[in-house]
């Protein structure tokens, strides 16, 4: 069984910087393209970003292009989202997936999912 735990919740300031950390238990890690997504009260979960597991090929939302990081450590089984300048509209809850696409980017292309986590950003 596939288990992703994420890591990282926290209530920041605008222009502060948070990394989040997802887990994985389960599973070939080294094979799963992980993406990070984000859901606002009453929106759709919404692309952040992705790495592959080829070449660690990355993937970002305009939104969060120039200011948010992913990595992946295979030998840990994590992968990070490194978040800077952040603003009051990155506020959500934060979720890690995996997908077997090597390009996955939407909702319906990742397979297993993390339980979220709380990111909150005050101006």
């Not at 970003?49 to 994590?78: E, Q």
């Not at 009051?88 to 077997?100: G, I, K, M, N, R």
Request: charged residues 20%.
């Amino acid at each position: 069984q596939v288990q992703l735990v994420e890591s990282g919740r926290g209530l920041v300031q605008a222009g502060e910087s948070l990394r989040l950390s997802c887990a994985v238990s389960g599973g070939t890690f080294d094979r799963y393209t992980m993406g990070w997504f984000r859901q606002a009260p009453g929106k759709e979960h919404e692309f952040v970003a992705s790495i592959s597991w080829i070449v660690s090929r990355t993937t970002y939302a305009d939104s969060v292009k120039d200011r948010f990081t992913i990595s992946r450590d295979d030998a840990k089984n994590t992968v990070y989202l490194q978040m800077n300048s952040l603003k009051p509209e990155d506020t959500a809850v934060y979720y890690c997936a995996a997908s077997y696409k090597v390009d996955a980017t939407r909702v319906a292309e990742f397979a297993y999912w993390g339980q979220g986590t709380q990111v909150t950003v005050s101006s």
